[in-house]
């Protein structure tokens, strides 16, 4: 990752992207997973989580229909 990137910018990106098409999906990375899920969750529409396995990325998905999961850099 390129800590000069302003990632708020690709997060909102994304987001807005996942809103208007019903069936998109989205992942994004930051330094933490936070910064990204509290931009995105702006978007009217959006309901993003942070993810630390597959398991949650998984009943995310079932159980709350997520359709933007956030990730951090560092684990």
Do not use: H, M, W
């Not at 990375?29 to 998984?58: F, M, P, R």
């Amino acid at each position: 990752l390129d800590p000069n990137d302003d990632y708020p910018d690709f997060a909102l990106a994304v987001a807005e992207k996942v809103a208007r098409y019903p069936d998109a999906r989205g992942i994004v990375l930051c330094d933490s997973g936070v910064g990204v899920t509290v931009i995105a969750n702006k978007v009217a529409g959006i309901q993003a989580c942070l993810l630390t396995t597959s398991a949650e990325a998984v009943k995310a998905r079932q159980d709350d229909k997520i359709g933007r999961a956030s990730c951090r850099e560092r684990v």
